[in-house]
């Protein structure tokens, strides 16, 4: 089916986006050049995706547009604006309370974008036929080269998309289809000689302008790694608990941005700068309740509790020790570790001495009795894998395993 109305395909399909309430919608050629891969291929052999092995399985794919969908000829790039009413590095002036990335502050993006990717799709194939599919960050789809191609913006010195109208602060959401659309220009890179997102890294996280080793990012050790954090990089974290906006929000081209109008991304009262002795003292149901719809969920209550745990450590607060030491008991060998080390950290080397005398006999699992033995203090540089039940489980040897890095 063809549109009768003289206007373009792509100033309808444009309309229609902002109708649904997408903030940026451009269009890009798929079988253009992608030196995307060629990048993707230097980050896996270097093994900076860390755990993170799918992006490794799928990187034959992830090459090209084209490798996932033979038949694709466009894509239809669009972002949704969620940039923040407030700074979000002022959460990291209280130590003592927890600070959450942006992103997760709100409802689920990835709900949110892929029902109205959804509908627009829908009209597109009433309105011009032909057979297309959606994305949005759950499919070896690179969205972040194909936006910047698209012209939606550049990828910055961090690797994130940077937009000179939004900033930092674009959701993205893609849709590939087999029509033959107008590509816009790409956009060039703005960021000139600035590398205030390099310097801002806590944890050295970029070994190079555009380059990034996952491995030390804070969003990837706080979502996506598994087992403990390794212990040279702990103290690094501060009190972030989940992800980390810093490269993002030093960001020259923010001054341009504006905050975000979407409501349910819009972040929740609850989930600005939480007490983390209120984070820590989280059960199952009790994290579930108040993560529901967030993205947060997905790491689940003990990987959260862990990092919770970790950002107590780094309060310099000995008022909660107790609420440290009330996990010390926890089903979880994850969470009791970490426990552990925010107790090494907060409590006199001679009362923490004491403390381990007194729970001699009461600990079993390797990955805790290790954290025990080494007070906090020992550097442990890869992280271990979950122990693989309660308290009398066995571990493997250590070994290391952003969501993905797309090129």
């Known amino acids: 089916m063809t549109t009768s109305t003289s206007e373009s395909r792509e100033g309808l399909i444009r309309a229609e986006a902002q109708r649904l309430g997408f903030d940026i919608c451009r269009f890009a050629r798929v079988d253009a050049p992608w030196p995307a891969a060629g990048r993707l291929e230097e980050f896996v052999a270097a093994g900076r995706h860390g755990e993170m092995g799918w992006i490794a399985d799928t990187a034959e794919r992830r090459a090209h547009p084209n490798a996932m969908w033979a038949a694709a000829r466009s894509a239809v790039m669009l972002g949704v604006n969620y940039g923040p009413d407030a700074d979000p590095l002022a959460a990291l002036a209280d130590p003592t309370r927890a600070a959450i990335s942006v992103y997760a ?55 994130n998309l940077v937009s000179r109208e939004f900033g930092s ?62 212990r040279d990089l702990r103290a690094l974290l501060g009190n972030r608990i989940y992800g980390c906006d810093d490269c993002l929000a030093v960001c020259p081209w923010n001054k341009f941005a504006q905050a975000g109008h979407e409501l349910r991304l819009a972040a929740r009262e609850a989930l600005r700068r939480p007490a983390l002795a209120e984070l820590a003292a989280l059960d199952e149901a009790a994290f579930r309740a108040l993560f529901a719809k967030s993205p947060v969920k997905r790491i689940g209550r003990d990987r959260f509790v862990r990092n919770v745990l970790y950002a107590i450590g780094n309060s310099g607060a000995p008022e909660l020790a107790q609420t440290a030491a009330a996990r010390l008991d926890d089903a979880s060998p994850l969470v009791r570790g970490a426990a552990v080390w925010a107790l090494s950290r907060l409590l006199d080397e001679g009362v923490f001495a004491g403390l381990r005398r007194e729970r001699e006999g009461l600990e079993a699992a390797p990955s805790v009795l290790e954290e025990w033995d080494c007070g906090g203090k020992a550097p442990l540089t890869h992280p271990l894998p979950p122990d693989d039940g309660g308290r009398g489980a066995r571990i493997a040897h250590p070994s290391p395993r952003l969501r993905g890095e797309d090129g």
């Open 169 to 230: 602060w674009l959701f993205l959401g893609s849709i590939l289809t087999v029509l033959e659309l107008a590509a816009d220009d790409p956009s060039s890179d703005h960021c000139g000689a600035c590398r205030a997102c390099l310097d801002v890294c806590p944890t050295a996280a970029f070994p190079a302008p555009y380059q990034l080793d996952a491995r030390r990012c804070i969003s990837y050790l706080t979502i996506e790694l598994k087992g403990p954090v390794p």
């Open 105 to 159: 502050q709100g409802d689920d993006y990835h709900d949110l974008i892929k029902s109205r990717l959804k509908t627009l799709a829908r009209w597109m194939q009433a309105r011009f036929g032909g057979e297309l599919k959606v994305f949005v960050d759950t499919a070896p789809l690179m969205e972040k080269p194909l936006a910047a191609q698209a012209g939606l913006g550049w990828q910055g010195k961090h690797t």
